[in-house]
């Protein structure tokens, strides 16, 4: 049982470039997560989905796109990559209870030059 | 929307002191608290958390504490020991129907010297 994976753990863009971040998890949980933590800041929400097919926006949604085709993957996508997206994404998971924890992947650290 | 405020933003204790830290939120229609470690290069993980009809939650060395009139609740670190050192965000967010938009704090970073 690997939990929340996440896929790079590292990667350096330059300005304009685009990626996508790769987010899986195999406790068949329904809701997904993506977050960013910039030093000093906590961890910020990108977007959510509470299923396959739905996702929608949390605080600091400017700037990526996501998609849910299945319960299992959960990809961040980054276009035209700006330094301000330096920063360290965390892709989480939890059960639909009201006292799931969150399940977090070990991070992706970007850095945009 | 909600705001989580944190404080101290870094504490130092010795080994067997306490731990206090505290946070604030805005919105009183929050009603799952949780806290999260971090450490250094790790994912964070649930340590223990709270809801909004209870007033403190123990879990051996560590407890939060919750004050809904007021409206901010602390963790509270006992016997601390070095592998207590790490980051600790606290959260808040209406749980109602299970999906946590959570709204963490800007972070405690604890360092527990031997």
């Known amino acids: 049982n690997a939990g929340v994976t996440q896929t790079p753990k590292f990667r350096i863009l330059k300005i304009g470039q685009s990626m996508t971040l790769q987010c899986t998890q195999d406790?068949?949980?329904?809701?997904m997560y993506w977050y960013r933590q910039d030093p000093g800041m906590g961890l910020k929400l990108i977007y959510y989905s509470v299923g396959a097919g739905i996702t929608d926006k949390g605080e600091v949604p400017n700037g990526y796109n996501v998609s849910r085709s299945t319960t299992e993957d959960f990809p961040l996508r980054l276009e035209l990559a700006a330094p301000s997206q330096t920063s360290v994404y965390f892709c989480?998971?939890?059960?639909?209870?009201?006292?799931?924890?969150?399940?977090f992947g070990n991070g992706t650290r970007l850095t945009v030059t | 929307g909600e705001n989580v405020e944190q404080h101290p933003s870094t504490l130092s204790v010795q080994e067997g002191d306490s731990a206090v830290i505290k946070c604030t939120y805005s919105?009183?229609?929050?009603?799952?608290f949780p806290w999260y470690k971090q450490e250094l290069g790790k994912r964070p993980q649930l340590i223990i958390d709270?809801?909004?009809?209870?007033g403190e939650k123990k879990d051996q060395r560590i407890a939060v504490t919750l004050n809904k009139t007021a409206k901010h609740f602390s963790l509270h670190i006992t016997e601390t020991q070095p592998e207590d050192s790490a980051v600790y965000f606290c959260?808040?967010?209406?749980?109602?129907?299970?999906?946590?938009?959570?709204?963490f704090g800007t972070g405690t970073r604890l360092l527990v010297s031997p």
């Open positions: 406790m068949n949980h329904n809701y």
């Open positions: 709270i809801r909004s009809n209870v």
């Open positions: 959260a808040a967010s209406r749980a109602n129907t299970g999906f946590q938009k959570l709204v």
């Open positions: 919105d009183s229609a929050s009603n799952y």
């Open positions: 989480a998971s939890s059960y639909e209870g009201q006292d799931s924890p969150l399940h």
